[in-house]
């Protein structure tokens, strides 16, 4: 048969565009054709108490403001076939110059059964997002929790982001993405084509994971100040951070079934505070480290059976600081392999190196 062809795509169900003082209360929406609630260019949004239920097909995102300003989402309840939450702003070079940013946003009380990702900003994010708080929600059954992503070419800064009280259940992926290699392409010189993620913060989060997160930033452009506090991850495999810098971990336990707990390359300004694993795996550092500088490992206590609790590797590996760690219950507390010229700056306090 002589397949049709189209022009156009499936519509939004709901697609405000360039309005003000909207409300979205109380209301079930189910098989949207598309995406289902599309705001765009709008200001001061309440959407409250909404049930989105949509078959596992592709683009039926659930609830999708771009470049919106005030926006306000609470006590929603979304089940579709790609993403729960997605906050955009336009694309790559007419995004830049629109320079409309998405801003001011809260997301609380909602819970995300099935999707691609739970709350997910960008691709398209060329014109900014920033001021974002995610908290109090239960994502179950979804692809990725928290997923943060661009491309080179996009341009615009992701920035001012906090993520809060979330319990993830029977994850698919990732609990936590942040990712600007989301198309792969080359590196470029540093131009407004670049994105940039910074100041985007993590805490009080539980989950049941395939893996804890998954940072990957651009060799030109690294994600910067990032922090993990008080994580508690039942996961198959942990944290995955490359070309980052001011990376901070505060109170994080990650439990594994293979590999390290948290593993870093090309990252400076590296903080490992209190990060433990009670699942410690014979052939793999709690803590695997290569081509990593300013590097500070403190209040450590590896459990009974750990192998080795902090691996440094790669001849870019230097000013490394450990201090009150105690690690009488791991064969080796630091492992340095050759490759590593400088010594290991032992502060205070530690014991069982």
């Known amino acids: 048969a002589k397949q049709m062809k189209r022009g156009f795509l499936r519509p939004p169900f709901i697609q405000p565009m360039f309005c003000k003082n909207i409300i979205i209360d109380g209301i079930t929406i189910k098989n949207s054709p598309f995406w289902t609630i599309n705001p765009e260019f709008c200001e001061n949004i309440k959407i409250h108490a909404v049930t989105i239920n949509n078959p596992h097909s592709p683009n039926t995102d659930g609830i999708n403001p771009e470049s919106c300003k005030n926006v306000h989402i609470s006590d929603c309840h979304i089940s579709v076939g790609d993403d729960c939450i997605t906050i955009k702003s336009g694309k790559d070079a007419p995004g830049r110059k629109m320079a409309v940013p998405a801003e001011n946003y809260t ?206 590797s790669g001849d870019k590996t230097k000013s490394i600081s450990i201090g009150n760690n105690n690690f009488k219950n791991a064969k080796n507390g630091v492992v340095k392999e050759k490759e590593v010229s400088e010594t290991v700056n032992v502060i205070s306090g530690d014991k069982g190196q």
């Open 107 to 312: 997301i609380t009380n909602c819970t995300m059964l099935s999707g691609h990702g739970g709350v997910v900003i960008g691709s398209e994010m060329s014109g900014d997002v920033r001021k974002i708080a995610i908290s109090n929600c239960v994502f179950d059954g979804t692809d990725r929790g928290i997923r943060i992503k661009t491309a080179r070419g996009r341009g615009g800064v992701v920035e001012e982001i906090r993520v809060s009280n979330i319990i993830m259940k029977n994850i698919g992926q990732q609990a936590i993405v942040l990712d600007m290699q989301y198309a792969k392409t080359n590196p470029e010189p540093v131009s407004d084509r670049t994105p940039k993620f910074r100041n985007i913060h993590f805490s009080n989060i539980t989950g049941q994971v395939n893996q804890a997160a998954y940072l990957n930033g651009l060799e030109e452009m690294p994600i910067e100040n990032v922090t993990f506090s008080d994580i508690n991850m039942e996961a198959k495999t942990g944290f995955s951070i490359t070309n980052s810098n001011k990376i901070e971990f505060h109170n994080v336990q990650v439990n594994t079934e293979i590999g390290s707990a948290v593993s870093a390359s090309n990252v400076n300004y590296l903080t490992i505070d209190n990060v433990k694993t009670y699942t410690p795996i014979a052939k793999s550092a709690v803590i695997d480290l290569k081509n990593v500088s300013d590097v500070f490992v403190y209040n450590s206590f590896p459990v009974l059976g750990t192998a080795t609790y902090l691996r440094l």
